[in-house]
């Protein structure tokens, strides 16, 4: 059993999908946090995020199980790992890896942009969750306060759009709901309503 999730950045796919994961008793992959840790490394070497021999190399010798969601959630390793997503020879690489942890028992969900399009167009089911630009604003604004963190809500919602446009636009395995996924716009709902209208979708299939 597969379950794709996609949708754009701070959708609330990832919450979703870790809580649809304990529900049906699935394993979960963040697929973004694989872009996310071949990015941080390009960083930490300080290598063009372009240099795509060496992305594909690092995408590699990656080993899942030390990704560290807290380390690699930064804004900077966000927006650089936007930038090298554009590498067709790395996403082949990284969709490789990422349907190996998929295609063990007892199945996955597994939350990206290009899931449901190109990682499992088979998908058991398929969710593509959003919310308006200004709603997701708003969530990370106020999740970055919480952190304690500085944060402005206008700037936030500027980097959000960009990446909405880089992610959507770029020729690879673009950001797109495919046909037959079901839209999930959390815009009106708290986490709970859309948890249980993600239960409700996954059930029915
Ligand atoms: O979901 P996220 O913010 O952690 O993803 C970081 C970047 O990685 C995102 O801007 C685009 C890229 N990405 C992708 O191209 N395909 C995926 N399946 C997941 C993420």
Redesign the pocket.
Known sequence: MIIAIDGP?ASGKGTLSRRLATHFGLRHL????T??AVAAALLAKGLPLGDEAVSVEIAHNLDLAQMDKSVLSSHEI?EA??RI?VLGGLRQELVELQRRFAEKPPGAVLD????GTVVYPNATVKLFVTASAQARARRRTDEMIAKGQEANYASVLEDLKR?DER?SQRTVAPMKQAEDAVLLDTTEMDIETAFQAAVDIVSRA
Do not use: C, P, W
């Open positions: 950045a963040d697929t973004g946090l872009y996310r966000g790992a936007s997503a990206g942009r290009d899931i990446r992610d």
